[in-house]
């Protein structure tokens, strides 16, 4: 059984000819930038800076592998570069789109999408886009709504709600989630453990 204490850092590709296509299944984090996802690979491996956590947002993407495993690797989570941050140019989104179609493309060791919102906002277009592209290409995903340690006990459900209509998916699957608290941590890694 895989074990996330485990993880270590292998690499950072930017662009797919630094990918690694070794066969081993990866399960990658897309989301916005800022919205949690190094603090949400740290916390699922109980890491404090396994994957940086930065609050300076909106640096040239990189597409990053931690290996699971020990002492030879048996998966790879893959932390996606992040979207939605305005102040990038034309040309590093662009870059951004192509790294994207790259790594998604004839990529069947991809074996889950953990897209990361917002649990406090609505998901973004970019979000809505994220899925669309794991419908069309078949790869299943999962929804964790973050930082749901920002909600009042009583806006948990609307959270929920919100998020789930926004991207036209079930309810059930949408997960509150904190990096902060660990919330929703054991559950997203027995589901993440089940798809390898
Ligand atoms: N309150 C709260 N803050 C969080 C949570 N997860 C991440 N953050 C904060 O959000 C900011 C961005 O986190 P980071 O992991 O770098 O986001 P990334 O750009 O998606 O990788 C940092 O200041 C984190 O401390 C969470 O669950 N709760
Ligand atoms: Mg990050």
Not at 88 to 94: A, D, F, H, Q, W
Not at 164 to 187: C, Y
Request: proline share 4%; charged share 25%.
């Amino acid at each position: 059984m895989v074990n996330f204490n485990t993880a270590a850092f292998v690499k950072s590709a930017a662009s797919r000819v630094g990918f690694l296509r070794d066969g081993l299944p990866q399960l990658a984090f897309a989301g916005r930038s800022n919205v949690g996802k190094s603090s949400t690979l740290n916390c699922l491996c109980r890491r404090k800076a396994l994957a940086r956590v930065s609050g300076t947002p909106g640096k040239t993407a990189h597409v990053n592998y931690f290996s699971l495993g020990d002492p030879h690797p048996t998966a790879y989570l893959v932390d996606l570069p992040g979207y939605g941050f305005a102040r990038v140019s034309k040309s590093e989104r662009e870059r951004w789109g192509r790294l994207m179609e790259d790594y998604f493309t004839d990529n069947r060791a991809l074996k889950m999408l953990v897209l990361l919102t917002d649990a406090r906002h609505a998901p973004t277009a970019d979000d809505c886009t994220m899925l669309d592209v794991c419908r069309a290409r078949g790869i299943a995903y999962r929804v964790v709504a973050n930082k749901c340690d920002k909600l009042k006990a009583s806006g948990r459900a609307e959270a929920v709600a919100l998020t789930a209509k926004t991207l036209d998916v079930p309810e059930a699957a949408v997960l509150l989630f904190s990096a902060e608290t660990g919330e929703g941590r054991e559950l997203l890694e027995r589901e993440l453990r089940a798809c390898l």
